[in-house]
């Protein structure tokens, strides 16, 4: 015993400083990379990135901290005892007092390493008083692991979301390059023009709002929910939208780059995309909370981002058709048709409320991966948490299917449709531009 409780007193030197040395090692790695990366963003002129990049190093800052903050209250927390029936109650698994192989089992060796950070006077403490510990030192550790393993697997979704997002929305530049073109051969004739607009949003009635069985709800928003697996944004779309937004917003400049517009606004949004809010931790302590052994939370919870991510995608789409049906009804004998943005296609009038459903969805998606992973590499499969094979292929598969549909489909559907709402987005202008109005205003 006197090896299993041996405090760094009694721990040679070499070791102390070998193990100092790789933690060091690794995290100056860590943050030599992000730094590089951050300087990278910064030559490129991509402020809102970087913005983004720092937003999640506090994250991670905070993650670290709560962690810490564990590390530092860990005897205290320890040594408060509890009546062992109150600690009966909302289990995530039934005790296997008579079981030698039950998940007492699987973390009993690692019990013997925790014992290296700190006697576990807590326990005996409260044993002498025929209580528990409110939280054992071993459980403790575990609130460690599974920190670091949601903070891992935020920043790979966070990432993956980016570029998933990005590499779609600049497929669409082909389409910005060909309607640019289109405009400055017509420039010269504004009639001409006038035409070029009115066969884009004539093409773009054609595919959502033609034929009078399209007017009736049900079917419109079953194509709506459909479209968005397979493409959700076409190029009548692009340019209809694209044309709509120059026309209302800036009338006077037919060459304005949108594509460049949605690619700073998807930056800029991404800020939040990769923050951890209030409200996402809320759903952390209320998902612990409903763990509870029978339940089956943690296989149920897992379709809830899958049904709010076809729901966004399906209001989206459904948005697109409801401007093509104004294109159609808005139109006088002696105007050209034209979309014309609002908020009043959106939930509430408010389009950022799509972009916190889609900040939501995501993170409980990198959240419920996150734990799964935990449960994985600190109980293993035969957790009664992992419960049956099917349950955990099926979660799996829905993480995956969830990433990709979001990254790919919804993120870039999102930043394209919300343009049409009534007001401009943030990356309007550039930083320096938006510096400048800024003092300008205050003058």
Known sequence: MAEESRSLEYTPTWVVAAVCSVIVLISLIVERALHRVGKLLLRRELEALFEALQKLKEELMLLGFISLLLTVFQTLISQICIPEDVASHMLPCKPENNSSNGPETSTHSTTIGRRLLSGDTGSQK???????????????????????????????????????????????????????????????????????????????????????????????????????????????????????????????????????????????????????????????????????????????????????????????????????????????????????????????????LVLYLIHFILFQNSFEIAFFFWIWTTYGFDSCIMEKLGYIITRLLMGVLVQVLCSYSTLPLYALVTQMGSAFKKGMFKRHMEDLLKQLGKK
């Open 126 to 352: 409260c044993s002498h008083e025929g209580m528990v510990p409110l939280l054992s030192i071993e459980a403790l550790h575990q609130l460690h692991i599974f920190i670091f393993v949601l903070a891992v697997v935020h920043v790979i979704f966070c990432v993956t979301t980016m570029l998933l997002g990005g590499a779609r929305i600049r497929q669409w530049k082909k389409w910005e390059d060909a309607i640019q073109k289109e405009i400055s051969k017509a420039e010269s004739d504004p009639a001409t023009v006038s035409r070029v607009h009115a066969h884009h949003h004539l093409e773009f009635f054609r595919q959502h709002a033609a034929g009078h069985w399209r007017k009736c709800a049900p079917i419109s928003w079953t194509v709506s929910f459909f479209k968005q697996f397979y493409g959700s944004v076409t190029k009548s779309d692009y340019i209809a939208l694209r044309l709509g937004f120059i026309a209302t917003h800036c009338p006077s400049n037919r060459t304005f780059d949108f594509h460049k517009y949605m690619m700073r606004t998807l930056e800029v949004e991404f800020k939040i995309v990769v923050g951890i809010s209030w409200y996402l931790w809320i759903f952390v302590v209320v998902f612990l909370l409903l763990n509870i052994q029978g339940w089956h939370t943690y296989f149920w919870l897992a379709f809830l981002p899958l049904i709010l991510l076809l729901m966004v995608g399906t209001k989206l789409e459904h948005i697109i058709t409801s401007l093509a049906e104004e294109v159609a009804e808005g139109t006088g004998d002696h105007e050209a048709p034209q979309v014309r943005p609002s908020d009043k296609h959106f939930w509430f009038n408010n389009p950022k």
